[in-house]
């Protein structure tokens, strides 16, 4: 007899009949546990079980060449997808919850029925069943879980092209796909986590503040019920591809040994070691007819000069007190030099970028840079301005019999331009400068040495000086290389033994018509201009040569044609489908790409190219039937080179118009622009708050935390639990020496001053903690009473919360968290 016939034959039918049941239930409890533990799994991964997608997957269907609808479509996919899960996690631990109480109500009865040891033998016995029934049924999905997650993956369409490791490390398949995306592929943020609320109000509050002020508490009150809800709505819940971020984060911050940079070209990812990278840049700098080591920081030095020179030009009338102000600087932070792999070289060296942001020169280079680009507007006569306008020139031109196209580029032009070539040119066309400035020729020519003679950088601590050449990245290198360009065509091509019939230039590429025996001879002549300027030349290959975006093809009959190119290096990565870019720009930007295939290409090559698009926008996770939509619809009101027209200056009244940002957030950001949409003379540009970018490393040199100006800062008392928070406009070491002098000289000047001097209060000033940056004053100031009103224990005046409004009180308390180490700059 088996275990429930003896229990029958003993102890009666319904002691056996409640066993048969509590066996049963507990099987159902086994399984259902696990079910939910799976559920919750797939939601914290951002994964839909099969059945969930094949629900909506007719949603799909809605997408058009509408960015509204698509945008429609996609937020009620996601929402309505995310609803059915968590409302199956809610049936589920329902039922988890009954299944309990039925089996605590069947123990409870069997205690009557059966005695104390036969029915603790029988729990024991089905405990082990459990035990069993959940590690077998957990084990099937957990299997089942890892295929869903495979198959999301895979649905994330990527290319090999697009991640270039050069390192030994085994990078796992779901963060080389998170880094494949590359650093401009956008996530939707989570409230708080990855967009502050206090940052998302600035964004707001700065917006509100243009409007009438009668109106302001209204539009608070509506923004703020619209955060409210979003952030109570969306707390907890992300994307899968916001799973894959957060453990590609994880990763690379347990590997510090690797560094995740862009390349040179191409729009490609690149993972090289740390090692690798410093040997490549050290093999650079080590360059001594280019770079010279620095005994100290020219900061300071370069800092009084430029300063000086603005107060030179302000004296002598040529500028005014605004421009003056503007030029001169008091915060100033080094240039920092960086390197960007070269992937299609052999040894794939590094080019050289120097970020002159921030740099002592910087707003000096840009004046003198629009100086030269006025006065030389109608002396570049061969350059083109673009494709489309090279396109309008060159199709159906007729090359003469005999003659072939070839390319000439010129080797590292920004890095050979010497200072004496340039000197030489200003003073020959001086005509034109002078036309333009008031500034004598002398001193127009000090500062352009001035500027040649403040190239340098900081490389991991030390100081370098570019001895010649000019900076990639320098504002005035650009317009340099234009002029001098210009220059030697107007000197190589009269020297040429032979007529030219094209001729054209973009920067330093250069597209030639030439007879079929002169390539020698061409590049011996533009070799011969300037002992450091050096060109290569690319012959014809299947009867064309590429510039820029085109390839030019010498078809029957001599004649030219155009076709959409793209460089071996192109790695054909655009914005993402799966990208938290907004549909708009999305949609543009295919629209646009094929509106500028069809203006580039000639009609013969038309359909080549646009399947080719077709396939590569494919490759970028956009469906077909989606990008053929875009084709086949009416064309946007776009500009020639297939970019939305942009928006007038000013409105129908003269007003101008003044740019304002939001962060881009689903379901949020549009709710917040219908509400802010009548105040008026505003242009909101939606930013990405949460890229791929933000784990890939930090290649130029950290500027030091008391070097850094429009920062909001945290200051703690050495004697007690008190802070001190302040704003400034500075870099944060003279503000923090303002705060000692106040301390010992001035103690009604600010709380900190008051504080110490009352009591006798040392500040721990070397201490001093930043908790955001933003370059915009009003978004400054808010950001820091926000960070007052988090801090219980400021010791801050009253006033310096005056313009709080009290209908933020609750959505900020949601946001109050101490700040970590890793301050987020606003975007402003």
């Known amino acids: 007899m088996g275990f429930f016939e003896d229990v029958e034959s003993s102890y009666g039918v319904d002691a056996s009949r409640k066993m048969k049941l509590w066996a049963h239930l507990n099987t159902k409890f086994a399984k259902m546990t696990s079910r939910?533990?799976?559920?919750?799994?797939?939601?914290?991964?951002?994964?839909?079980?099969?059945?969930?997608?094949?629900?909506?997957?007719?949603?799909?269907?809605?997408?058009?060449?509408?960015?509204?609808?698509?945008?429609?479509?996609?937020?009620?996919?996601?929402?309505?997808?995310?609803?059915?899960?968590?409302?199956?996690?809610?049936?589920?631990?329902?039922?988890?919850?009954?299944?309990?109480?039925?089996?605590?109500?069947?123990?409870?009865?069997?205690?009557?029925?059966?005695?104390?040891?036969?029915?603790?033998?029988?729990?024991?016995?089905?405990?082990?069943?459990?035990?069993?029934?959940?590690?077998?049924?957990?084990?099937?999905?957990?299997?089942?879980?890892?295929?869903?997650?495979?198959?999301?993956?895979?649905?994330?369409?990527?290319?090999?092209?697009?991640?270039?490791?050069?390192?030994?490390?085994?990078?796992?398949?779901?963060?080389?796909?998170?880094?494949?995306?590359?650093?401009?592929?956008?996530?939707?943020?989570?409230?708080?986590?990855?967009?502050?609320?206090?940052?998302?109000?600035?964004?707001?509050?700065?917006?509100?503040?243009?409007?009438?002020?009668?109106?302001?508490?209204?539009?608070?009150?509506?923004?703020?019920?619209?955060?409210?809800?979003?952030?109570?709505?969306?707390?907890?819940?992300?994307?899968?591809?916001?799973?894959?971020?957060?453990?590609?984060?994880k990763y690379t911050r347990a590997h510090d040994d690797l560094i995740i940079t862009a390349a040179d070209k191409g729009n490609i990812t690149v993972v090289l070691s740390v090692d690798q990278y410093e040997h490549k840049m050290n093999l650079l700098l080590q360059d001594s007819s280019i770079y010279k080591q620095l005994t100290k920081d020219p900061t300071n030095e370069t800092q009084n000069k430029n300063n000086k020179i603005i107060k030179q030009l302000k004296d002598l009338g040529i500028i005014d007190g605004a421009t003056a102000r503007q030029l001169t600087t008091y915060k100033a932070v080094p240039p920092r030099i960086y390197g960007l792999p070269k992937v299609h070289k052999p040894d794939i060296p590094l080019r050289p970028i120097v970020s002159t942001i921030g740099s002592p020169t910087a707003e000096l280079s840009h004046f003198m840079t629009r100086i030269l680009t006025e006065a030389f507007s109608n002396f570049i006569s061969y350059s083109i301005a673009d494709s489309f306008q090279f396109s309008r020139q060159i199709n159906n031109l007729i090359l003469?019999?005999?003659?072939?196209?070839?390319?000439?580029?010129?080797?590292?032009?920004?890095?050979?331009?010497?200072?004496?070539?340039?000197?030489?040119?200003?003073?020959?066309?001086?005509?034109?400068?002078?036309?333009?400035?008031?500034?004598?020729?002398?001193?127009?020519?000090?500062?352009?040495?001035?500027?040649?003679?403040?190239?340098?950088?900081?490389?991991?601590?030390?100081?370098?000086?570019?001895?010649?050449?000019?900076?990639?990245?320098?504002?005035?290198?650009?317009?340099?290389?234009?002029?001098?360009?210009?220059?030697?065509?107007?000197?190589?091509?009269?020297?040429?033994?032979?007529?030219?019939?094209?001729?054209?230039?973009?920067?330093?590429?250069?597209?030639?018509?030439i007879p079929d025996d002169m390539t020698a001879e061409t590049l011996t002549v533009f070799n011969s201009f300037d002992q450091h300027i050096k060109f290569t030349v690319e012959e014809e290959t299947d009867n064309g040569v590429p510039f820029l975006d085109t390839k030019v093809v010498r078809c029957t009959d001599n004649v030219i044609k155009l076709d959409w190119y793209q460089k071996p290096t192109s790695s054909g990565r655009y914005i993402h489908y799966k990208s938290n870019h907004s549909w708009s720009v999305k949609t543009n930007l295919i629209k646009g790409m094929f509106k500028r295939v069809k203006n580039i290409c000639h009609p013969d090559f038309l359909k080549s190219a646009e399947e080719r698009l077709l396939n590569i926008f494919e490759d970028n996770g956009y469906p077909r039937m989606f990008l053929e939509r875009c084709l086949h619809a009416l064309p946007l009101d776009l500009s020639e080179?297939?970019?939305?027209?942009?928006?007038?200056?000013?409105?129908?009244?003269?007003?101008?118009?003044?740019?304002?940002?939001?962060?881009?957030?689903?379901?949020?950001?549009?709710?917040?622009?219908?509400?802010?949409?009548?105040?008026?003379?505003?242009?909101?540009?939606?930013?990405?708050?949460?890229?791929?970018?933000?784990?890939?490393?930090?290649?130029?040199?950290?500027?030091?935390?008391?070097?850094?100006?429009?920062?909001?800062?945290?200051?703690?008392?050495?004697?007690?639990?008190?802070?001190?928070?302040?704003?400034?406009?500075?870099c944060l070491k003279k503000r923090i020496a303002i705060h000692k002098s106040d301390a010992k000289l001035r103690p009604d000047r600010c709380a900190l001053a008051n504080h110490a001097s009352s009591l006798g209060h040392k500040f721990k000033f070397d201490e001093a903690e930043i908790l955001c940056l933003n370059s915009d004053y009003n978004k400054r100031t808010f950001l820091e009473m926000c960070f007052i009103n988090e801090n219980e224990n400021n010791i801050n005046r009253k006033t310096d919360l005056g313009n709080l409004s009290a209908i933020y009180s609750y959505i900020l308390s949601l946001d109050k968290r101490p700040a970590d180490d890793h301050t987020v700059d606003v975007i402003t």
């Open 36 to 249: 939910r533990n799976f559920l919750l799994r797939c939601r914290t991964a951002g994964i839909f079980p099969r059945h969930i997608v094949q629900n909506v997957k007719c949603l799909t269907n809605l997408l058009s060449d509408d960015a509204e609808n698509n945008r429609k479509v996609s937020l009620f996919n996601n929402k309505i997808s995310a609803r059915i899960l968590s409302m199956e996690i809610s049936f589920t631990i329902k039922r988890i919850g009954v299944l309990s109480s039925n089996l605590e109500q069947l123990k409870t009865k069997l205690s009557g029925l059966v005695p104390e040891g036969i029915l603790e033998r029988f729990l024991h016995t089905q405990n082990k069943s459990y035990k069993t029934i959940y590690s077998n049924n957990n084990k099937n999905l957990n299997k089942k879980f890892w295929d869903l997650k495979k198959q999301k993956i895979q649905s994330i369409k990527i290319k090999d092209e697009w991640l270039h490791n050069l390192t030994t490390t085994q990078i796992p398949t779901d963060i080389k796909v998170i880094l494949s995306l590359g650093p401009k592929f956008s996530l939707a943020p989570l409230p708080i986590i990855d967009s502050p609320i206090k940052n998302i109000i600035a964004d707001v509050e700065n917006i509100i503040g243009l409007a009438p002020t009668a109106t302001q508490n209204i539009l608070r009150a509506k923004c703020t019920n619209a955060i409210t809800n979003y952030v109570h709505t969306h707390k907890g819940s992300h994307s899968f591809e916001h799973h894959l971020f957060t453990k590609a984060k």
């Open 400 to 513: 003469p019999q005999g003659y072939k196209l070839v390319s000439l580029d010129a080797v590292s032009l920004f890095t050979n331009i010497s200072l004496d070539l340039v000197m030489q040119i200003i003073q020959s066309e001086w005509s034109r400068i002078q036309q333009i400035t008031d500034i004598e020729m002398p001193l127009f020519l000090s500062i352009i040495k001035f500027l040649f003679d403040s190239s340098y950088f900081t490389f991991r601590g030390s100081f370098f000086s570019q001895i010649f050449g000019c900076a990639m990245g320098n504002k005035i290198s650009s317009i340099l290389a234009l002029i001098i360009m210009t220059v030697l065509l107007n000197y190589c091509i009269p020297l040429l033994p032979f007529h030219t019939p094209i001729v054209y230039q973009y920067v330093d590429d250069l597209l030639l018509a």
């Open 641 to 730: 080179d297939g970019s939305p027209t942009e928006e007038p200056a000013t409105t129908a009244q003269n007003e101008p118009i003044k740019y304002v940002s939001l962060p881009l957030l689903p379901s949020l950001t549009r709710k917040l622009t219908n509400i802010l949409k009548d105040v008026k003379n505003i242009k909101i540009a939606k930013y990405n708050p949460l890229t791929v970018g933000r784990i890939f490393s930090h290649v130029k040199d950290r500027i030091p935390i008391m070097s850094k100006s429009d920062v909001v800062y945290r200051i703690s008392c050495g004697n007690c639990n008190s802070v001190y928070i302040g704003q400034t406009s500075q």
